[in-house]
């Protein structure tokens, strides 16, 4: 990835440094995004001409309504364009309007979160700084954020995108009436906890599943495993579920492919009627076996930690992503 600053107070040296820009990215090849407002957009559409019809024009209004999904968005951009078969991505855009000091930080610290989420991207990113508009400490903090500032080089002021994010993360808000919920034996413990818990403070799924989730993610030790727990297969650590046939043996476990687009062994196996391959146990496969199970996403990795759906021919259980043990 290379993050690019460019600083400007006209309208006409916006043009002349980013026209050029995505010119230079279509002769190339190269898959071209521009995310400015429409007033912006309709000047570089002008001024590309003919060449405008191959670049991707986005409303920011569209699409930086939070810090965290447009950092998603563009994410899932850059992957589809580099599926689709573009060598490379050069992008040009601009933040929002920033209308209050905790939207002056949470874009600031965007900015920054950049150089670490796309610097395995093919991507050149072009920053655009209206100095008519842009708060002046949002200026400042974009100096210390880019890597290079156009037309200049190498960013001496360039700083560490943690500390700049640390230090435009305001400090969380103390809650009342907090209480320590003890781990137990392990991962699955605490979540059956944290669910007990929680449910009898009568919170909903939504939390229920979010916050299971969150102590799942944390409980990971530094190999990708959880204390105490089974090494399970790599595409269900980061994305499978878990489940196991209701007639299965608590003792043998076996593992298949997260990614797998049959439904689980042990199903179709009760689904014919064969209860001794029934009682082969776990078998992790991912969410999209769980959707094409009769389920959405929602549900597959849903808010309970446990959560039932309709199999194919049986009504199997299914524990939220990350739960094999």
Same mark, same amino acid.
């Given at each position: 990835?290379?993050?690019?600053?460019?600083?400007?107070?006209?309208? $006409?040296?916006?043009?002349? +440094?980013?026209?050029?820009?995505?010119? $230079?990215?279509?002769? *190339?090849?190269?898959?071209?995004?521009?995310?400015?407002?429409?007033?912006?957009?309709?000047?570089?559409? !002008?001024?590309?001409?003919?060449? *405008?019809?191959?670049?991707? /024009?986005?409303?920011?209004?569209?699409?930086?309504? %939070?810090?965290?999904?447009?950092?998603? #968005?563009?994410?899932?951009?850059?992957?589809?364009?580099?599926?689709?078969?573009?060598?490379?991505?050069?992008?040009?855009?601009?933040?929002?309007?920033?209308?209050?000091?905790?939207?002056?930080? !949470?874009? +600031?610290?965007?900015?920054?979160?950049?150089?670490?989420?796309? #610097?395995?991207?093919?991507?050149?990113?072009?920053?655009?700084?209206?100095?008519?508009?842009?708060?002046?400490?949002?200026?400042?903090?974009?100096?210390?954020?880019?890597?290079?500032?156009?037309?200049?080089?190498?960013?001496?002021?360039?700083?560490?995108?943690? @500390?700049?994010?640390? *230090?435009?993360?305001?400090?969380?808000? %103390?809650?009342?009436?907090?209480?320590?919920?003890?781990?137990?034996?392990?991962?699955?413990?605490?979540?059956?906890?944290?669910?007990?818990?929680?449910?009898?403070?009568?919170? &909903?799924?939504? @939390?229920?599943? &979010?916050?299971?989730?969150?102590?799942?993610?944390?409980?990971?030790?530094?190999?990708?495993?959880?204390?105490?727990?089974?090494?399970? !297969?790599?595409?269900?650590?980061?994305?499978?579920?878990?489940?196991?046939?209701?007639?299965? *043996?608590?003792?043998?476990?076996?593992?298949?492919? @997260?990614?797998?687009?049959?439904?689980?062994?042990?199903?179709?196996?009760?689904?014919?009627?064969?209860?001794?391959?029934?009682?082969?146990? /776990? %078998?992790?496969?991912?969410?999209?076996?769980?959707?094409?199970? &009769?389920?959405?996403?929602?549900?597959?990795?849903?808010?309970?930690?446990?959560?039932? +759906?309709?199999?194919?021919?049986?009504?199997? %259980?299914?524990? +939220?992503?990350?739960?094999?043990?």
């Amino acid at each position: 990835m290379q993050h690019e600053l460019l600083l400007y107070e006209q309208d $006409d040296a916006l043009v002349d +440094i980013a026209a050029p820009f995505l010119e $230079d990215g279509l002769a *190339a090849g190269e898959a071209v995004v521009t995310v400015l407002d429409a007033r912006k957009l309709d000047l570089l559409h !002008a001024a590309l001409g003919a060449q *405008a019809n191959g670049v991707a /024009w986005i409303d920011v209004a569209s699409h930086y309504t %939070r810090p965290e999904a447009a950092v998603a #968005d563009y994410d899932a951009r850059l992957r589809a364009l580099v599926r689709g078969g573009a060598p490379h991505v050069r992008l040009f855009g601009e933040l929002p309007p920033l209308r209050s000091e905790a939207q002056c930080d !949470a874009w +600031i610290a965007y900015d920054a979160i950049l150089n670490r989420a796309f #610097d395995h991207h093919p991507v050149s990113v072009l920053c655009g700084y209206d100095g008519r508009a842009v708060p002046e400490r949002v200026l400042a903090a974009a100096r210390e954020s880019h890597p290079v500032v156009h037309g200049h080089g190498p960013n001496e002021a360039f700083a560490d995108p943690a @500390a700049i994010v640390r *230090a435009h993360t305001p400090e969380p808000e %103390r809650l009342p009436g907090l209480r320590t919920i003890p781990a137990g034996d392990g991962a699955r413990a605490l979540r059956r906890a944290l669910v007990a818990a929680m449910t009898a403070a009568r919170l &909903g799924p939504e @939390a229920i599943g &979010g916050m299971v989730l969150a102590a799942t993610r944390s409980s990971r030790t530094p190999t990708g495993t959880r204390a105490g727990s089974r090494r399970c !297969a790599p595409a269900a650590r980061t994305g499978g579920s878990c489940a196991r046939s209701p007639t299965a *043996a608590s003792g043998s476990t076996t593992r298949s492919r @997260a990614t797998s687009r049959r439904p689980p062994a042990a199903i179709a196996a009760r689904a014919s009627g064969s209860r001794a391959r029934a009682r082969r146990g /776990w %078998r992790c496969f991912g969410a999209r076996a769980a959707r094409r199970s &009769g389920s959405g996403p929602s549900e597959a990795l849903g808010a309970p930690a446990l959560r039932h +759906i309709r199999g194919p021919a049986a009504l199997t %259980r299914i524990r +939220i992503a990350g739960s094999c043990m």
